[in-house]
């Protein structure tokens, strides 16, 4: 016989009608049938037979499949004794042939009712549970169990907290039930009328889907009133579970109405608007989009590529979150100008003329952009350059941008740098996050609705890095002409053709620049104006700008020549124009109150009369010194800013020790080169009359002014020599002569960087000679002519020869 599992084969259910067992010889133990009518005596043995998953309770009808071996035989000794058998759960219900130890010790005797064969070897019972009994022990395992039992009281107590604990149970059942569980109705109303505590909970617990060792604790549970406070605390769980799952299918449920109402409405629209003629609001968008894709003249990639997100867009219900995601990137797609190109400007004259026209001097950078035009006009096809404006602030860099534009009839696009530190700014953001857009560089191309234009991005030398990515590594691959025809940007996350575009990137300083991103622009410096070139570009610019922008006219105000070099000379110390514009516009203000007050018609402005409406002169012009003086030189030095003028002092002090004292905020180049010079004046000593141990009887205070600065470099070394040289010789040094120049040990003198600003900060300070590196004359010829021809330049490869111009012979001062 095929050993099969003995397991429940439906739903218990209460017994309403009699049945009689087959009559045996009395036992000691008599229970009263269900009727109330019959009494069955359990016998002190009865063969067991083992179920899985399941617990029975007596008073209950029951079906039961039985297919092992051991179950069969169990049933056979049952049917010839008195048609009782004792059912008993398996601890695991894995176990197909169960020991004495797998079972439990407390189960129920029920009697056989009805028993069928099934073909398959199988046994189909009807059982009615009579009686709970506890097992005493085994008396045979072979062929099937045998068992020794003792019945167990009933514990039936009838008080006030039962009777509450009864009806606390039974609503709870009923909720139950109200709530879907599947329970015929007849059981329920047999369950309400139950007034017994003991019989009531073991006719509710077969109908809760509870586990096996649960529904054993209540069995094995002897008090009426313990079996209903835990059957109470099962049911309150059993409830929480019921209501969340009804509101999770009721949610569920209204979200499938609303999709599936939306869906009808729409198919109904589309009926009626196809009847009409007219187009639904889907369809007319995915057509848009088609329509869009086909006029945009995107590559067969990049067009590909919107196609398949338009087919997803299609697919998705209209409301979907990512819809919006996938509208907004085709959006992006469509609207960049993939083959759309400004017609250039290609007459070399032209293009002349209109920088001529905004801009005055500059002369490298506009020559830069005509030999482009020039190759261009030839060739027919160049990629754009990468070009690179370094210079002090206030000299036309940003605004020689849109000179360029216009001169090559092509857009401008202008966007800083200055501060950015996230790498997204520049390549975008993955289109997954909320929010996200492509990178400025793609923003620009589409504000500028071409693929040709100038492209300005300031201030490259001020671009941070931190966590979020380095914004330079970003730029390496937009600034090189051999990858950015390929350019990929994060958002897109196709390639968008970025050789046509002319990338020009301003900057004050190149240090702060990284190399690989240094090396792959054109560098054009851009130095500062000369006094005459600020006054040209007053006159042209500055003044008709402020006088416009003032609400005057060219009758109502005028500044003159005079005036205008009164201003660059005493109030503006600077290498462009900025302030100048600023002073020039601080006049313009107070001249229109004084015509807005009828006070005045128009004013002439001349050099007397600045300081009526500027106050006193901010700087001093003439020479860097009032005097010769000993202990102090002028140096040459080279800012952001542009050139300037530094007055280095040394001081002696009697000392025991003898130590060089470095103060101003200096860089450790330039504390490196000031040690370098201090050396050089030991080891000549006796050529300059020093006593040759000076070193360990006085300390030498080397100070740059303008503390609150930070200066570094190595060109200031000839100008620190020459100070400690006069003052521990006490000749003095020529005020009108100013230095630059880097030292070495041996007295060399190397040549060093930014001549032309240095030379002119000392033209506009005044001074008349320059002591200069003789490697470094190369580099006049970048000066203007009416410059050098005022300038008296000493060209020397030696500090000696410094010396010898720089330091007065005779008396002592």
């Not at 002897?222 to 929480?240: C, D, G, R, W």
């Not at 894709?293 to 299609?314: F, G, Q, T």
Request: charged share 30%.
């Amino acid at each position: 016989m095929p050993k099969t599992t003995d397991k429940p084969a439906g739903k218990p259910s209460e017994k309403t009608t009699k049945a009689a067992p087959k009559a045996r010889k009395p036992r000691p133990r008599k229970i009263k049938r269900m009727d109330e009518e019959e009494v069955v005596s359990i016998p002190e043995q009865i063969p067991l037979l083992p179920v899985r998953d399941a617990v029975y309770f007596p008073r209950m009808i029951f079906p039961l499949f039985a297919g092992r071996e051991k179950s069969v035989k169990a049933l056979e000794e049952a049917m010839a004794q008195e048609r009782l058998i004792l059912l008993v759960a398996q601890k695991e219900v894995g176990t197909d042939e169960p020991m004495p130890e797998d079972l439990y010790t407390v189960g129920l005797v029920a009697g056989i009712m009805q028993i069928t064969k099934v073909p398959d070897g199988t046994v189909r019972l009807v059982l009615e549970g009579v009686e709970r009994v506890r097992i005493t022990k085994f008396l045979k395992t072979d062929p099937y169990f045998l068992v020794g039992v003792e019945t167990m009281p009933t514990g039936e107590e009838q008080n006030i907290e039962t009777e509450a604990l009864m009806r606390s149970v039974t609503t709870q059942f009923e909720q139950i039930v109200n709530l879907g569980r599947s329970i015929p109705p007849e059981a329920l109303v047999n369950i309400v009328n139950i007034t017994e505590a003991g019989r009531l909970a073991d006719s509710i617990t077969p109908y809760l889907p509870l586990r096996v060792e649960s529904k054993q604790d209540i069995l094995e549970t002897i008090s009426a009133k313990e079996k209903l406070e835990k059957l109470n605390v099962l049911l309150k769980k059993e409830l929480e579970i019921l209501e969340i799952q009804r509101n999770i299918r009721n949610r569920v449920e209204k979200e499938m109405g609303d999709t599936q109402r939306e869906f009808i409405l729409r198919e109904q629209l589309k009926a009626i608007q196809q009847e009409l003629g007219e187009r639904d609001e889907r369809t007319g968008e995915i057509e848009d989009y088609k329509v869009k894709i086909e006029k945009a003249h995107m590559s067969e990639e990049v067009a590909e590529r919107a196609n398949k997100e338009l087919d997803r867009l299609e697919k998705m219900p209209y409301a979907a979150p990512e819809g919006v995601v996938i509208r907004t990137y085709l959006d992006w797609l469509t609207s960049l100008p993939w083959d759309v190109r400004t017609e250039e400007r290609l007459r070399i004259q032209d293009a002349a003329e209109v920088l001529d026209q905004d801009h005055y001097g500059l002369a490298k950078a506009k020559d830069r952009i005509l030999e482009f035009l020039a190759v261009k006009q030839l060739s027919g096809q160049m990629k754009g350059p990468i070009l690179c404006f370094v210079g002090p602030p206030g000299v036309g860099k940003t605004s020689i941008g849109k000179s360029i534009a216009r001169a090559l009839g092509r857009k401008f696009i202008r966007i800083s740098l200055g501060g950015i530190h996230d790498e997204a700014e520049i390549r975008g953001h993955r289109k997954t996050y909320i929010g996200s857009m492509p990178g400025r560089i793609i923003q620009g191309i589409k504000q500028a609705g071409s693929k040709n234009p100038v492209f300005m991005l300031d201030e490259i030398d001020k671009v941070g890095a931190d966590f979020r990515g380095d914004p330079s590594a970003a730029l390496l691959e937009a600034l090189d002409p051999e990858q950015n025809s390929a350019f990929s940007d994060h958002y897109l996350e196709v390639p968008f053709d970025l050789s046509d575009v002319m990338f020009i990137t301003t900057a004050n300083i190149l240090d702060t620049i990284p190399a690989p991103l240094r090396d792959r622009m054109e560098v054009i410096p851009f130095t500062g104006y000369i006094e005459d070139e600020k006054v040209q570009i007053a006159e042209q610019f500055l003044m008709p700008k402020q006088i416009k922008e003032h609400g005057l006219t060219p009758k109502q105000f005028c500044i003159k020549q005079d005036a205008l070099r009164h201003l660059i000379r005493h109030y503006t110390r600077e290498a462009g124009v900025r302030n100048l514009e600023r002073e020039i516009a601080n006049i313009c203000r107070k001249v229109a109150r004084g015509v807005a007050e009828d006070k005045i018609r128009s004013r002439t402005v001349g050099a007397k009369q600045v300081k009526n409406y500027l106050g006193q002169p901010k700087y001093h012009y003439g020479m860097a010194e009032e005097k010769d003086e000993v202990g102090t030189a002028t140096g040459l030095v080279y800012t952001e800013f542009g050139g300037d003028i530094v007055s280095i002092e040394v001081g002696l002090m009697q000392s025991d020790v003898g130590k060089l004292i470095l103060t101003g905020q200096l860089g450790d180049v330039m504390k490196e080169s000031a040690q370098a010079a201090v050396s050089y004046v030991r080891s000549r000593a006796g050529v300059l009359n020093i006593p040759e141990d000076f070193s360990n009887k006085m300390d030498i205070h080397i100070h740059v002014p303008a503390g609150a600065v930070p200066k570094d470099g190595p060109s200031a070394g000839i100008t620190i020599a020459t100070a400690v040289a006069s003052a521990l010789t006490k000749r003095a040094i020529r005020r009108d002569v100013a230095m630059t120049g880097e030292i070495t040990l041996r007295g060399k003198v190397l040549p060093i960087g930014g001549l032309k600003e240095k030379v002119l900060a000392a033209h506009r300070a005044g001074i008349r000679t320059i002591i200069i590196p003789k490697e470094n004359l190369k580099d006049l010829e970048e000066i203007p002519d009416y410059v050098r021809k005022e300038l008296t330049f000493e060209p020397v490869e030696h500090v000696d020869e410094v010396l010898a111009i720089a330091l007065l012979n005779g008396e002592k001062k």
